[in-house]
């Protein structure tokens, strides 16, 4: 269990991180999703307590995570694939990370093991390629068995067996009961790895709502129709709760209304139909408008001179 | 899931933690090595250029200090050393690691402890069979031209031993300013200024000023404990010298802990 109450953090005048508060629940994989730069990583970096809030808290399994006697057991965290000596073995830096909590060294093998770099643990670190060095943290964030793991978009640089490895793995932790907060640039990565979704852009909640919900609520079906008479036909379509659009082509873009009434109401009213067809606005598409609207709404202006 | 008790982050482990760091990357151990070659190597070489251009003449002969000779490679050596100490903690933050460290271990200060001892240990133990390696050498050396001591002299010993210690305490002001700076090239010229820019700086002031000064600058102060026979009017007393030296180490060590628990990692 995760939990930020008005989380803010400030670097100078900019604001990475503003009133953010949001609840991160154990038995189900949390994909925490926002553009590069909307703030997910210093998130992270304030609930592993390695960067201190301006205002607010967060709290990790109901306590500050600097106040937690055995860390590693608590949380397991992957910040940075590439945080690691490159001069050093994955099997040393796992080792080094384990002494400090009292980790048995068996349990290194364990999770060089899990994760599939037996072969290359007694390797300089340095020449894995960003797909080893993200198994390799996933490696080090499952050390101590803990409730809560958070990985800061782990999938980067894997490869397709690897996206699916990571996705059934995280999907595996959540059902055995534990907090699993994912962050990913990639909304449709994480429609199909989380079934929760925090979205953030410019530090700001855009939503926290479950991913069936997030499709449901951000998707907008639209109908494309050409026809013979798009002037004829935008006025048939022209009623409350339908929006329509004409393209370049001159073709139309209808909202509120299926390719059923339309086709009905085309009939009805003797205009020839040269193109029906529904379209689905892509869970990708509904995520960058949303998180579009959230950094326009907050950037500056920089063509509102004084007049 | 395991009981929180039994796993607890003690000073204990993260030593072992920060050993297991120290021992796995080759670097450091090239870095040591170095070392010790400086040591015993350069020390053996100015005691060949001394043989060859022996001191002439009573007071020149009387002023001839063979152990300052043949430990002439710790002058070398502790650049080595220390630029090792400052590597071992911005090595973490250049590439990140810093925050897997602080994230293991969230009170922080024992990371930098745990370092500490484990460089300070390592780098004594390592440096002692150098030293004395060094004067053996050097002493064969010098015994042709008779110029020759031995460890029973009076603060023979003691110099000797002391250079293993004066490293030792070297190669924690390089961690302390690499922890307070975090940065390799800012942390090297700091340290670099500290060994040797302030002797220039107090060597401009009045010398009924720099006098007084010059024997509590860190070098000479540090230093003293290797010197077989301190000049007081330039040098402090052994041990005292010493604990000046150590003391500006603890300031250093301390503001760097006290920063480490502060700052964003």
Redo the contacts between chains.
């Keep these: 269990m995760i939990e930020a109450r008005g989380l803010t953090k400030r670097y100078g005048n900019s604001v990475a991180v503003d009133d953010l508060s949001f609840t991160v629940r154990p038995g189900v994989v949390t994909g925490f999703l926002g553009p590069n730069g909307a703030g997910k990583s210093t998130t992270m ?1 304030m609930i ?5 809030p301006t205002r607010g808290s967060v709290t990790v399994n109901g306590k500050p ?2 106040q ?8 397991g ?1 992957l ?2 694939a ?8 994955a099997y ?2 796992l ?9 048995r060294r068996g349990r290194v093998d364990e999770v060089i093991d899990a994760v599939g770099l037996r072969e290359v643990a007694r390797r300089r670190a340095g020449g894995f390629s960003l797909g080893m060095g993200q198994r390799l943290g996933i490696a ?1 964030a499952l050390l ?4 809560t793991i958070i990985l800061d978009e782990p999938i980067n640089g894997l490869d397709p067996e690897g996206i699916r490895w990571s996705r059934s793995l995280l999907r595996g932790l959540a059902a055995e009961g534990r907090t699993v907060l994912v962050s990913s640039h990639l909304m449709s990565e994480m429609a199909l790895a989380a079934q929760h979704l925090i979205v953030i852009g410019r530090g700001r909640l855009i939503a926290d709502t479950s991913v069936d919900e997030f499709i449901a609520g951000a998707a907008r079906n639209v109908v494309r129709v050409r026809s013979t008479d798009p002037g004829a036909m935008t006025a048939l379509l022209h009623r409350p709760d339908v929006e329509v659009t004409r393209d370049e082509d001159g073709a139309l873009t209808v909202s509120g209304l299926t390719t059923d009434q339309i086709g009905t109401l085309a009939g009805a009213a003797g205009i020839t139909l040269l193109e029906l067809a529904a379209q689905q606005a892509s869970l990708e598409d509904a995520f960058m408008d949303i998180t579009r609207d959230a950094v326009e709404f907050r950037a500056p202006t920089t063509t509102g001179a004084p007049q | 899931m395991t009981n929180a008790a039994e796993h607890r982050v003690t000073q204990r482990r993260v030593l072992r933690s920060e050993w297991t760091k120290l021992r796995s990357l080759p670097s450091t151990a090239w870095s040591l090595l170095a070392a010790v070659v400086l040591i015993v190597g350069f020390g053996a070489l100015y005691c060949l250029v001394r043989v060859t251009r022996p001191p002439r003449g009573a007071a020149n002969v009387a002023a001839f200090d063979p152990t300052a000779v043949n430990l002439s490679g710790v002058q070398l050596a502790q650049l080595a050393i220390g630029v090792l100490g400052v590597l071992l903690i911005t090595g973490e933050y250049a590439t990140g690691s810093i925050r897997t460290s602080f994230a293991a271990v969230p009170g922080r200060p024992p990371v930098l402890w745990g370092k500490a001892i484990a460089f300070a240990l390592a780098t004594f133990v390592l440096c002692v069979p150098a030293v004395f390696g060094a004067f053996l050498v050097g002493q064969s050396i010098l015994s042709a031209e008779h110029l020759d001591t031995t460890l029973s002299a009076p603060g023979a010993a003691r110099a000797v031993l002391g250079s293993a210690v004066y490293l030792a305490v070297v190669g924690l002001l390089g961690l302390g300013l690499g922890a307070l700076l975090r940065n390799t090239a800012g942390a090297i010229s700091a340290l670099f200024g500290l060994l040797f820019g302030l002797q220039i700086v107090v060597g401009f002031l009045p010398s009924s000023w720099s006098d007084h000064v010059y024997k509590y600058l860190p070098v000479p102060a540090g230093t003293a404990i290797t010197t077989v026979h301190p000049d007081p009017t330039a040098l402090l007393a052994p041990w005292a010298g010493l604990g000046v030296f150590c003391l500006y180490v603890a300031v250093v060590l301390g503001l760097a802990a006290w920063r480490l628990g502060r700052r964003d990692a």
């Design positions: 970096r592993l307590g390695l960067d201190a995570y600097r937690h006697a055995a860390p590693l057991h608590e949380v965290a910040l940075d590439r945080s690691v000596h490159p001069g050093r073995s040393h830096h080792l080094a990370l384990a002494q400090t909590n009292g980790i080090a101590g068995d803990p409730r």
